[in-house]
Each structure stands twice: as structure tokens, then as C-alpha cells.
T-cell receptor, first 114, second 114 residues
Framework: DTEVTQTPKHLVMGMTNKKSLKCEQH?????MYWYKQKAKKPPELMFV???????INESVPSRFSPECPNSSLLNLHLHALQPEDSALYLC?????????????FGPGTRLTVL | DAKTTQPPSMDCAEGRAANLPCNHS???????VYWYRQIHSQGPQYIIH???NNETNEMASLIITEDRKSSTLILPHATLRDTAVYYC???????????????FGRGTSLIVHP
């Protein structure tokens, strides 16, 4: 299984809602990533988990809260988002965080904040 | 910090070779160059990566200059399905200041025409 799955595919939420994005991989990878991609822009790294521990937070606002319950699962909890947070949220995994490991990306969750 | 520069767009006739350049003039000596592509509304797909030597796989070839300041991705026989945004990626020091993170350039939108 060389697939990264993400649910839901689409999400519409209001600014007062709390929602979560889910990402799953069963490749035995120990590094997992969240990226944010605005329209016509490249993906931008948000968080990196290495061996289920948060290793990198790229100065992301606290209304985004990542969680890695186990080595196969990565969540992104959303609360009090702003309309400018509307974007494609991509999850990726790699064997480890080292430079020579390729990342496998999921299809993304398209988030719209009203 | 190493950053990448790519032409915003290119086009190629079907069946011909597509040569996609990338400048990464400040890349550090032990950082790999990665190439991914993103077909509209999908997650990025890994293509190839390299450190110093030229690399080839079933999808593409990667030519890295001897000084490592630039590279070229070659799709030897482009097809219509190769129409996508192609990203050259190196790791740069992140906003958090503590770690090198994979950083997408602006990418090249390749259009393969019949």
C-alpha cells in the first residue's frame, strides 16, 4: 500500500466551527507533514512530525492544531478559522525526515471557510 | 538559504522531449534536489531526486550541473498526461530557524500539446 489517504475531500466550515482533517498512511513511514496550498501557489509546509513527535512548526497560527495519535495517523484540528485560511490542505509522509527521502502526498482536503 | 528559480511556463509538443530547468545557486553541499509534479487539483507526485550525479528512472532524467547550481528535468517523450506544474524543491532553513525544510519553488506550468 503506497497511498496516503485524506478525509474529507471537501470541507466547508464557518468561522466559529471546530473541525478536523484526517490523514492516514500504512507504509511504515515515521515522518508526516501538513502543507497548505493557496490557489495558483506552491504548497507551503506547516508542520512536521517525526516518530509521532512534533519536530517543526513553521510559525503556524494556533487556530491550527496538529496531532499524531500513532505512526499511521495525522490529524489537523481547526478552530476559529478565517476566510483567508481557505485552501487545499495536503498531507504527506516519508520514511524519515532526512533529505534523501521522497515524500508521498495525499490528494488533499479542499477547505472553504465562510 | 537555497531557493529555486524556475520559468513560470513552458510548452512542448507531444512525443518530444521536455527540458525543465531549475536554478538553485545557493544549495548546500549535502542537500538533495527533488522534482515533483502536480496535476490540477491533485496532490504532488514524486518524480526524481539527485545529489551530484545524473539520475534516471522510468519517469524522467535529472541532469545536475557539476557546481550543483542548477538542474534540468528531462521528460524524454512527453505525452498529454504530462501536462502539469513541475516543482523543483530543495530544503531551506525554515521560519522556525531550527531545521531545514522542503521548500517548493513557484514551479513551471508545462503544457504538452498535440
Amino acid at each position: 500500500d503506497t497511498e496516503v489517504t485524506q478525509t474529507p475531500k471537501h470541507l466547508v466550515m464557518g468561522m466559529t466551527n471546530k473541525k478536523s482533517l484526517k490523514c492516514e498512511q500504512h507504509m511504515g513511514h515515521r515522518a508526516m507533514y501538513w502543507y497548505k496550498q493557496k490557489a495558483k501557489k506552491p504548497p507551503e509546509l506547516m508542520f512536521v512530525y517525526s516518530y509521532e513527535k512534533l519536530s517543526i512548526n513553521e510559525s503556524v497560527p494556533s487556530r491550527f492544531s496538529p496531532e499524531c495519535p500513532n505512526s499511521s495517523l495525522l490529524n489537523l484540528h481547526l478552530h476559529a478559522l478565517q476566510p483567508e485560511d481557505s485552501a487545499l490542505y495536503l498531507c504527506a509522509s516519508s520514511p524519515r525526515t532526512v533529505s534523501y527521502n521522497e515524500q508521498f502526498f495525499g490528494p488533499g482536503t479542499r477547505l472553504t471557510v465562510l | 538559504d537555497a531557493k529555486t528559480t524556475q520559468p513560470p511556463s513552458m510548452d512542448c509538443a507531444e512525443g518530444r522531449a521536455a527540458n525543465l530547468p531549475c536554478n538553485h545557486s545557493t544549495i548546500s553541499g549535502n542537500e538533495y534536489v527533488y522534482w515533483y509534479r502536480q496535476i490540477h487539483s491533485q496532490g504532488p507526485q514524486y518524480i526524481i531526486h539527485g545529489l551530484k550525479n545524473n539520475e534516471t528512472n522510468e519517469m524522467a532524467s535529472l541532469i545536475i550541473t557539476e557546481d550543483r547550481k542548477s538542474s534540468t528535468l528531462i521528460l524524454p517523450h512527453a505525452t498529454l498526461r504530462d501536462t502539469a506544474v513541475y516543482y523543483c524543491i530543495v530544503r531551506v532553513l525554515g521560519a522556525s530557524g531550527g531545521s531545514y525544510i522542503p521548500t517548493f519553488g513557484r514551479g513551471t506550468s508545462l503544457i504538452v500539446h498535440p
